[in-house]
């Protein structure tokens, strides 16, 4: 089993900047991959950017350049920086972290941080 526990949200101001951080605990080997969501209200979950457990880094084409991801492999963490911060970033954003089968890809598990709220003011 993997466990995922997200900090670093809350309120910031137009302009200001945020690192979200996830936690992974558990069979960590296991992971594949990684990923940040956004889900803003009244609209559905939607990727952010992508890790994977070789380094490749794939971002969302919705998504701004302001955000970045990356991880500390020492401390089992994903981050997700996110500069000039706008009102529209307001969503709770959500960690995940995907297991596949070894030889068919197929996802066996799905695993999903509690989500963490970023609130931004004008």
């Known amino acids: 089993q993997v466990q995922l526990v997200e900090s670093g949200g809350g309120l910031v101001q137009a302009g200001g900047s945020l690192r979200l951080s996830c936690e992974a605990s558990?069979?960590?080997?296991?992971?594949?991959?990684m990923a940040w969501y956004q889900q803003a209200p009244g609209k559905t979950r939607e990727l952010v950017a992508r890790?994977?457990?070789?380094?490749?880094?794939n971002y969302a084409e919705s998504m701004p350049g302001r955000f970045t991801i990356s991880r500390d492999s020492a401390k089992n963490t994903v981050y997700l920086q996110i500069n000039n911060l706008k009102p529209e970033d307001t969503a709770v954003y959500y960690c995940?972290?995907?297991?596949?089968?070894?030889?068919?890809?197929?996802?066996?598990?799905?695993?999903w941080g509690q989500g963490t709220q970023v609130t931004v003011s004008s």
């Open positions: 995940n972290a995907k297991v596949r089968d070894t030889i068919t890809t197929m996802v066996l598990y799905d695993y």
């Open positions: 558990g069979d960590i080997s296991s992971i594949n991959a």
């Open positions: 890790i994977t457990s070789g380094g490749r880094i």
